[in-house]
């Protein structure tokens, strides 16, 4: 039996005039993601997307790869069959026979996008109802809540039938909102950042602060494996790592060491707003969030902000610690992310950081 995957737009249906450039991003990327697995046709029609797999080619892998691209709302796996009434029905009562033997309830939901089958969409609910009840006995007709949801879809090339549409990654597709600099450090909450302004139709490059040698080469490649598990959901990415080392050494011997942290990540946004600015990058992303630590109160981001020109995207801004490790774990960075390798912003820490500083004073430490 012939499978294929159905991919169905979200928010970008609503897009008017854009529409044809965010399908035909989204063909694209569906393309490059899948490349790899061998020969998938990729093609849409009736603003759904299609992969259909020219041979034996891995179906759960490439479902896996579709689920990780951002503007497409659902997904859905389906049996392909001709459009003869007959045939639908066999191929339901095959096809979905694993989930039907486990289900104690279903309903059939019919979809007819090609208005030239014969039956319309409620007889076809009722007849394919009636096949399914006499050949798995067991079941109940549940409308509501229903185990399996019956699915056939009767479009222009084929009929598709399956168990019902599974949630996709949602959001916008990749690169439809342009580029912006994220600032990547091996913790939680940078990726997670990362992730949510992907979502959004960001495009993103990367900036990490390594200070080698009180930075490990471990720790580097942590930021690297991070960028990788990110890159699933946005897309290759390049990575700047940026040597940080005379820099801190050097605010260390020259700066009242209560300051060290904020006038540190000053620096850090001057330099990563430098290498947006040549990227090509309208923003710059950080995983902060408020109150989280002392450099991340209201008064420590105002100082932090004043330096960079460009808009500062803070998507975590609002999220509690919880909220955010959720995220990581769905995503899958957050046991790449607690590992235990130092940090640049973890080595020349005051005791007691500032935690209201204020930009005059700071501006007047730094000259
Ligand atoms: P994270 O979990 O993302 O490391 P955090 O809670 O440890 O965040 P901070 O260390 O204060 O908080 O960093 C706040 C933000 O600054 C990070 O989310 C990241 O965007 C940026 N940042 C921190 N350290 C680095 C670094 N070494 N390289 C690049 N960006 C960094
Ligand atoms: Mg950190």
Redesign the pocket.
Known sequence: MKEIILAYQGEMSLKGLNRATFESVLLKTMRRRLKSLGNFKIYKAQSTMYAEPAGDEDIDAAEERIGKIFGIAAISRAAVCPKDFAVIADTAKEYLCGALRAAKTFKVSAKRSDKTFPMDSMEIARELGGVLLSAYPHLKVDVHHPDVNVTVEIRDFAAYVHGGKKPGAGGLPVSTSGKAA????????????AYMMAKRGLSLAC????SPPYTSERAKQK?VDLAKLVAKYTGPIKLNV?N?TDIQLYIYDQCPHDEL?IIM?RY?MRI?EAIAKESDCLAL?????IG??A??TLQSLGVTNAVCELPVMRP?IAFDKQDIVDISLKIDTYET?VLPYE????IFVAKHPVTKPNLKRIEMSET
Not at 182 to 190: E, T
């Open positions: 994220l600032m990547l450090s091996g913790g939680i909450d940078s990726p997670v950042a900036v990490h602060f390594a930021v940026v940080f942290t990540r850090m990563a992303i950080t995983g902060e969030s989280q630590v450099s991340q975590l992310s940090d640049c912003c973890t």
